[in-house]
């Protein structure tokens, strides 16, 4: 039987919202009892973009405890922050000494990110090459992630066989999971709900707040009466998320026939979102009184994640001649 053993990280770069939730953390937690998983917060990547000392730290904390609070039972699986594993910027060194150049010059992240203003350093340019990193470290063959960053876990996999072919047999080749019926979750706007675009939902947030975003969202001017598209209704994209069957059978036949009221729909999907984080909510609240915790699971994580990557690093170092 192959071992399945799937990775995934996430980054804490602003407040965690239900595209993170539904896009990978969900996937990650419903994992936890069929693979040997590792998750982690990703603050050496967060630093591509949060230049802001105590945002990172608190952000940091923050995603750590979300993903607990979500479900994450550390016991059934390593979590850690990643720069508590420092082994794993060595193996981007050497792994960026095999990336060609062209490789991340195709990658659509960075030319987004850099459009949309983010400076464009080097950390940002080889970002790829230290995500392919964390996961060939820990020779993991899965990685659930959202439709963006697939093409990462592609680099990951170029970059994997550049090295197995030059050095002999050492990494597994990671593979995407991506589950597509949920691969983008709209925002607000209609966009991919994302951190840099404002158009988030937050996991955990003042009911009120919750209330205001939802009201956001952006729907057509159609009159109620009419017959609308539910498939290009973002607010009905984000609807079916937390709806129960049948109530989603009633509301898209009242999209299909006519009779549609976004409002009234906004305020029953309030209620929905508010219910579907109930219990994790509570579980938060705890969390963050007892920070003392989330530190302890997250230092043993560290401990049991370097270890595990310790052991492919030396493989690596002796592979690549760095013994003498
Ligand atoms: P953001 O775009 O908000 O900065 P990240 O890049 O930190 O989010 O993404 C963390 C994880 O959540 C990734 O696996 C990403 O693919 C997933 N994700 C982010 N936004 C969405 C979305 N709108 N729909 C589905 N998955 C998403
Ligand atoms: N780049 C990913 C994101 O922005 C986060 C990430 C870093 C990651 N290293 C990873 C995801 C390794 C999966 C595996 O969402």
């Not at 990280?9 to 919202?17: A, D, F, R, V």
């Not at 964390?134 to 990951?156: R, S």
């Not at 170029?158 to 990494?171: C, H, P, R, S």
């Amino acid at each position: 039987m192959i071992m399945i053993r799937t990775l995934s990280g996430i980054q804490p770069s602003g407040k965690l919202h239900i595209g993170n939730y539904f896009g990978m953390m969900r996937p990650m937690i419903e994992r936890m009892d069929k693979s040997e998983l590792y998750a982690f917060v990703v603050n050496l990547h967060a630093l591509t973009t949060v230049q802001d000392r105590e945002r990172l730290s608190r952000d940091t904390f923050e995603a750590a405890a979300d993903f607990l609070a979500l479900g994450l039972n550390p016991e059934r699986c390593i979590f850690w922050v990643q720069s508590d594993v420092p082994e794993v910027t060595e193996l981007a060194w050497v792994l960026s000494t095999l990336t060609p150049m062209g490789l991340l010059e195709r990658c659509h992240s960075y030319k987004d990110k850099t459009a949309k203003g983010i400076i464009p350093s080097h950390g940002l340019f080889a970002y790829p090459v230290l995500m392919a990193a964390d996961i060939l470290i820990f020779q993991a063959n899965q990685v659930p992630v959202g439709k963006d960053q697939k093409q990462h876990v592609e680099v990951a996999r170029d970059i994997a066989q550049k090295f197995n072919n030059t050095f002999g047999e050492t990494f597994i080749i990671p593979e995407p999971v991506i589950d597509e019926k949920l691969a983008t979750v709209p925002g607000l706007d209609g966009q991919k709900m994302s951190k840099s675009y404002d158009n988030t939902i937050a996991i955990f947030t003042d009911r009120n707040v919750l209330k205001k975003r939802v009201m956001a969202i952006v729907t057509d001017a159609t009159p109620v009466e009419d017959p609308k598209d539910p498939a290009n209704c973002n607010l009905f994209g984000l609807f079916k998320l937390f709806a129960p069957s049948d109530r989603l059978q009633e509301v898209h036949d009242l999209y299909v026939n006519g009779g549609a009221m976004y409002g009234k729909i906004k305020l029953e999907l309030v209620d929905l979102i508010w219910d579907f984080f109930g219990e994790a909510r509570e579980t938060r609240e705890r969390l963050e009184n007892d920070r003392g915790y989330v530190r302890e699971v997250l230092a043993r994580g560290g401990e049991k994640a370097r270890e595990q990557a310790a052991v492919t690093l030396d493989l690596v170092r002796d592979k690549v001649g760095l013994r003498y």
